[in-house]
Antibody, heavy 118, light 112 residues
Framework: QVQLQQWGAGLLKPSETLSLTCAVYGGSFSGYYWSWVRQTPGKGLEWIGEINHSGTINYNPSLKSRVTISVDTSKNQFSLKVWSVTAADTAVYYC????????????WGQGTTVTVSS | DVVMTQTPLSLSVTPGQSASISCKSSQSLLHSDGKTYFYWYLQKAGQPPQLLIYGISNRFSGVPDRFSGSGSGTDFTLKISRVEAEDVGVYYCMQSIQLPRTFGQGTKLEIK
């Protein structure tokens, strides 16, 4: 059974870079969709981006200019960076993995609360 | 972006009674491959969302058969028969026919 464990800085100042990492235990990257989703009280759940089954990285256009998703297969980890954060980036961030073909798996990380405040 | 609109935003149900949640999308979620890219999630307090239903009506592994999904095109419904205390939480619909994947605003289910 795949498990995800995520970590990263929880308190940032405006203009800093948000950096989160998600470690994958009990599985590999092949064939699944590896995503980042964030949740705010105001906007609800927002899909940030993903690494799809073929390794293509897709981003939410609303964030694309400030977001980078990357994968390190040697460490079984994938990461999220959000550049030049503002208070609007304050949210709970989740990493997820889903099998969107056969629906054998849908796993979410525990969530990381990120607060942007001066 | 595809806009997902849920109704109601909250509902209170007596245990043992049924509950229905509606989700409407701003465009059809039926793909040319014949699949409908629509999902229901449940988020319990203090937990991440969990997948309940995929492809309109298919229950994910371990989801009780009290949960059922229906609909087509742009109109979808989640029905919970015989609501139990463990069903409390916020229910979200989601589409993935078009990126970015988008979620409904959530429906909070409470027990009377």
């Amino acid at each position: 059974q795949v498990q995800l464990q995520q970590w990263g800085a929880g308190l940032l100042k405006p203009s800093e870079t948000l950096s989160l990492t998600c470690a994958v235990y009990g599985g590999s990257f092949s064939g699944y969709y590896w995503s980042w989703v964030r949740q705010t009280p105001g906007k609800g759940l927002e899909w940030i981006g993903e690494i799809n089954h073929s390794g293509t990285i897709n981003y939410n256009p609303s964030l694309k200019s400030r977001v980078t998703i990357s994968v390190d297969t040697s460490k079984n980890q994938f990461s999220l960076k959000v550049w030049s954060v503002t208070a609007a980036d304050t949210a709970v961030y989740y990493c997820t993995v889903t099998d969107f073909f056969y629906y054998t798996m849908d796993v979410w990380g525990q969530g990381t609360t990120v607060t942007v405040s001066s | 972006d595809v806009v997902m609109t849920q109704t109601p935003l909250s509902l209170s149900v007596t245990p043992g009674q049924s509950a229905s949640i509606s989700c409407k999308s701003s465009q059809s979620l039926l793909h040319s491959d014949g699949k409908t890219y629509f999902y229901w999630y449940l988020q319990k307090a203090g937990q991440p969302p969990q997948l309940l239903i995929y492809g309109i009506s298919n229950r994910f592994s371990g989801v009780p058969d009290r949960f059922s999904g229906s609909g087509s095109g742009t109109d979808f419904t989640l029905k919970i028969s015989r609501v139990e205390a463990e069903d409390v939480g916020v229910y979200y619909c989601m589409q993935s026919i078009q990126l970015p994947r988008t979620f409904g605003q959530g429906t909070k289910l409470e027990i009377k």
